[in-house]
């Protein structure tokens, strides 16, 4: 069975902290991404890498960064959080562009004091 | 700017029921994937349509793709309560790349 797993479900931090969002992929996936998941927002992309060490900007990549320094790992850095970065993440890998699949770890959900 | 605008947002239907779900842009997609989302998970992935005009079944879900490839529909025959979730549609908007936009979702109830 293709896995990708997210280190934390849940996780309560205070507002100036650093944070780390860590997801790991067991399928050999070239592609691997982080997006946010806000109510009647739907899914919105931060950042995603298409090989190792490689990284682009999505649609909304302000107040994030991201290392991807392996294959199979794919972090998301929040350098100092802020309220308004409370919100579900879910990370994604895919074989690679247009048609594949995108399969999605089972989210960490952020709240951010 | 939300190029993908999914209606209706929430859907609350009794077991058996037929209901369509749309996914609609002004701008062309070169595919398009349905996914569905159960709670505490992660989405998976129901259906990709590439052609325009194109139309898939899986069990009683049928998708279609317009045929100018700026929309699609999700259509469900007699819902099952294993039918609730939330479902995204997500499109590329041209070949070979590797982001998608999501639409903003339709979260369907399925009552027995």
């Known amino acids: 069975d293709v896995k990708v797993t997210q280190s934390s479900r849940y996780l309560v931090k205070r507002t100036g902290e650093k944070v780390f969002l860590e997801c790991v992929q067991d399928m050999d996936h070239e592609n691997m991404f982080w997006y946010r998941q806000d109510p009647g927002l739907g899914l919105r992309l931060i950042y995603f890498s298409y090989d190792v060490k490689m990284k682009e900007k999505g649609d909304i990549p302000e107040g994030y960064s991201v290392s991807r320094e392996k294959k199979e790992r794919f972090s998301l850095i929040l350098e100092s959080a802020s309220t308004n970065q409370t919100s579900m993440y879910l990370c994604?890998?895919?074989?690679?562009?247009?048609?594949?699949?995108?399969?999605f770890g089972e989210g960490s959900r952020l709240t951010v004091l | 700017t939300q190029l993908l605008e999914q209606s209706p947002q929430f859907l609350s239907i009794q077991e058996g029921e037929n209901l369509t779900v749309y996914c609609n842009s002004s701008s062309v997609f070169s595919s398009l994937q349905w996914y569905r989302q159960e709670p505490g998970e992660g989405p998976v992935l129901l259906v990709t349509?590439?052609?325009?005009?194109e139309v898939k079944k899986l069990k009683r879900l049928t998708f279609q793709f317009g045929d100018a490839r700026k929309d699609s529909s999700l259509h469900i025959t007699a819902a099952q309560p294993g039918d609730t979730g939330l479902y995204l549609c997500a499109g590329a908007r041209t070949s070979g790349t590797y982001k998608y936009i999501f639409g903003t979702g339709t979260r369907l109830k399925v009552l027995a």
């Open positions: 349509v590439v052609t325009g005009g």
């Open positions: 994604a890998s895919r074989t690679g562009p247009n048609t594949g699949e995108l399969f």
